[in-house]
């Protein structure tokens, strides 16, 4: 039988490789922006847009889906076409894929910087943007099975099977974690409420890490490393192993996000074993892609491409046995809501996913343009000094995270707080974030350097852009078991029964873990203290999620002695039953604000948002001068207000026909109460503040923890 001669797509490849390098370059220096800000927080003071809490999700958002991604679909596309020996499925859904992707790309760093978000994180975009992801990753996924059923090649590799993992679980996921209730053009509720959006969200987000940062990279891994190296994978056998466990397992970690929080306990405890449980597969596959290198150190030491791996790898080892540490309850009592967290994530950030994106770029950029690397000794500096980067960044936030904690737990003999003032814990920690600048600033740098030698190397060689290849076709694909044949070997050629079972594979431990929890009512129980938000309230928490408060603060008090003393009594898992979103947030730069109603007065709250140094002197949080300037939105207060009822939310009949007006007899109140106070008077004479957007988020922050205190006095009287 002759050979078939075709042509390998490398347009779509070079497209992605150039939006790669572009992406990073942007998304790390968002990210270098938002560290500035915690050292110098008033920098860009009075410019909404360029806020802590608005950039925070543009950085990560960024990275994730504009550098990552794009940098995992440039190494599909490549790899892929190769391994089953044929041009992708379709040139036109290869270009709707990318277009399409850098539209939504566009689109989010747009809306983020305007307050448009879900404040669900990782998953912060709104509902349209949502649906353009669907349909976009409905694309590549129809590109992608496409091209494996016209395959030249009997079986599927190893990298494959984890690219098909990462299409279904990406798909369930998003889908599933976005399932939200529009309110207008770019406003939602997620239909989740509470402890069940917590558990939704963090089964998403960690499996976002899993499925989104993990599984593709790890699929690229599995094509690159050999192919530079010149050496086959070290196991055929540990690759089915890492795969099947590593899909099956991750799924169930999700809960180890929200130890010792208002989830219940069973949730927890399963989230912490199947965590602990996840270090074998992670490891496994750790121990496959450093061993392929067995026997080629030297070409290690001279070659800057596979330097690159080396760390990435050896970066993917280190989070994946940090990861199921942290899920054990005591590490996690420490760790939780510190920059401990910070430096983890970014260990897999900048190391596993930055320098093996790095790595295949510089490789990618050889083959597409026919030509050496532009500078051998270029690459070589921008590895050394992103791996300082690396170290600048993710060590200092190691000591701040440790800091933390400590300074958060001490008790004096007497049994008060030894930092009672939370900002102690905070002014303590300035060194190290400025430290942390320093490091992100060098991981920039090389990433400049990056782009620069890909530039010079496309302009030194010559693109070619359909790559003549040729391959004997492949027979029509027998069913059965051929002799001596393992099931394994049969199941590769098996396409959709593989698909199959990965998706059964992905989805147990989501079904098992998320349907009881929103089947079963008495895993929320009923506190009748509490009551909905008014209309007011929730406007100023809408304005509370549309600044990024969440990314600060928690809403979350855990039952530690030194969280009880310092904020008041632990959160109840009934207390969250009407917030659409959940708030509980992942990090504490400033204090938990779960009690926080009633602690102080209006005026309080509303010098604060002005000028936090006046009230805190110290503080790193940044003014909010545009919340006394902007009128408040009411056109779509009646509109939230049936949403939420949509949802569940018991408002009655006369308080939905008289939404606006109880919100404007609020906001009376609080501007009363805030004329109080001379100096105000003083400041603001007749100035109709009523009507500001302050207004409503004092509201809001004066209504948070006081249900169940109003209970406790109840029980106590």
């Known amino acids: 039988m002759e050979k078939e001669q075709f042509y390998y797509d490398n347009k779509i490849v070079k497209m992605f490789l150039i939006a790669t390098a572009l992406w990073g370059v942007v998304g790390m220096l968002v990210g270098l922006l938002v560290a500035f800000l915690f050292i110098f927080p008033n920098y860009m003071e009075g410019i909404s847009w360029l806020s802590f809490g608005r950039l925070r999700p543009l950085h990560t958002n960024a990275v994730i889906f504009a550098f990552v991604g794009n940098s995992i679909f440039m190494g599909i596309y490549y790899s892929l076409q190769r391994l089953l020996k044929t041009r992708m499925f379709s040139d036109v859904l290869s270009k709707i894929h990318f277009w399409g992707w850098q539209l939504i790309i566009v689109a989010a760093a747009i809306t983020l910087p ?53 299409i279904v679980t990406i798909a369930v996921l998003h889908i599933f974690n976005n399932l939200e209730l529009p309110v207008s053009s770019f406003k939602s509720y997620s239909i989740y409420a509470g402890v069940q959006d917590a558990l939704v969200q963090w089964w998403y987000g960690h499996n976002a890490v899993a499925f989104f940062l993990t599984t593709p990279v790890l699929g690229l891994m599995y094509y690159f490393v050999p192919k530079v190296a010149n050496r086959p994978v070290y196991s055929y056998r540990l690759s089915i192993i890492h795969f099947w466990s590593l899909i099956f397992i991750y799924i169930w970690a999700g809960p180890h996000h929200l130890l010792y929080t208002a989830l219940p306990e069973w949730a927890q405890n399963l989230g912490t074993v199947f965590s602990v449980m996840l270090i074998f597969p992670s490891w496994g596959g750790m121990i496959n892609g450093l061993l392929t290198l067995r026997g080629v150190w030297d070409k290690v030491r001279e070659n800057p491409i596979l330097k690159f791996f080396v760390v990435a790898i050896t970066g993917y080892g280190m989070s994946t046995f940090e990861g199921p540490m942290l899920s ?61 980067g690396i170290l600048f960044y993710a060590l200092p936030l190691y000591v701040a995270g440790f800091t933390q904690a400590s300074m958060w737990k001490q008790f004096n003999p007497d049994g008060t707080l030894v930092y009672g003032n939370f900002l102690e814990t905070v002014t303590q920690l300035m060194p190290m974030y400025a430290l942390r600048a320093f490091g992100g600033t060098l991981y920039l740098v090389g990433f400049i350097l990056l782009g620069y030698n890909v530039v010079k190397t496309a302009r030194k060689g010559h693109a070619v852009e359909d790559e003549l ?119 504490r730069t400033g204090p938990d604000l779960h009690r926080v109603g ?49 949802l569940g939310v018991p408002y009655t009949q006369g308080e939905l026909d008289k939404a606006v007006y109880l919100l404007q007899s609020q906001a009376a109140e609080v501007e009363k109460n805030l004329r109080q106070d001379p100096e105000f008077v003083k400041n603001y004479g007749d100035a109709n503040i009523q009507d500001k957007e302050i207004v409503a988020l004092i509201a809001y922050l004066q209504r948070l923890g006081t249900d169940i205190k109003a209970e406790q006095t109840a029980q106590n009287q």
């Open 114 to 166: 305007l307050g448009l978000t879900s404040s669900k994180e990782y998953a912060e975009l709104e509902w349209p943007i949502d649906i353009a992801i669907t349909l976009i990753w409905v694309v590549f996924a129809i590109n992608t099975i496409g091209t494996i059923l016209i395959r030249r090649q009997r079986h599927i590799y190893v990298a494959i099977w984890f690219y098909i993992a990462t």
């Open 328 to 388: 054990f309850k005591n590490l996690n009592a420490i760790g939780h809501y510190t920059d401990w967290i910070i430096a983890h994530v970014h260990i897999g950030a900048l190391a596993w996913n930055g320098f093996m994106a790095a790595g295949i770029v510089y490789w990618l950029a050889g083959k597409l343009w026919r030509t050496e690397l532009y500078s051998k000794k270029l690459a070589n500096v921008h590895f050394w000094i992103g791996t300082m």
């Open 469 to 587: 290849a040729e391959a004997m076709p492949l027979k029509e694909v027998s069913s059965r078991r051929m002799s001596g044949e393992t099931v394994h070997s049969w199941l590769e050629r098996r396409t959709v029964l593989f698909t199959v079972l990965t998706t059964v594979a992905v989805i147990i431990g989501g079904v098992i873990e998320i349907i009881p929890m929103i089947v079963v009512k008495s895993n929320v129980p009923t506190i009748t203290s509490v009551k909905p938000y008014t209309p007011l309230e929730l406007e100023g928490r809408d304005i509370y999620i549309r600044e990024g408060c969440n990314n600060c603060h928690s809403q979350m008090i855990r039952p530690f002695r030194s969280e009880v003393e310092r904020y008041g009594e632990y959160s109840k898992a009934g207390e969250f039953v009407y917030d659409h979103p959940f708030l509980w947030g992942s990090r």
């Open 598 to 646: 009633g602690k102080y007065n209006d005026n309080w709250h509303f010098n604060h948002m002005m000028d936090p140094q006046l009230t805190s002197p110290g503080s790193i949080m940044p003014k909010y001068p545009w919340l006394i300037e902007n009128d408040l939105d009411i056109s779509q207060t009646n509109n939230k207000v049936n949403a939420m009822v949509i």
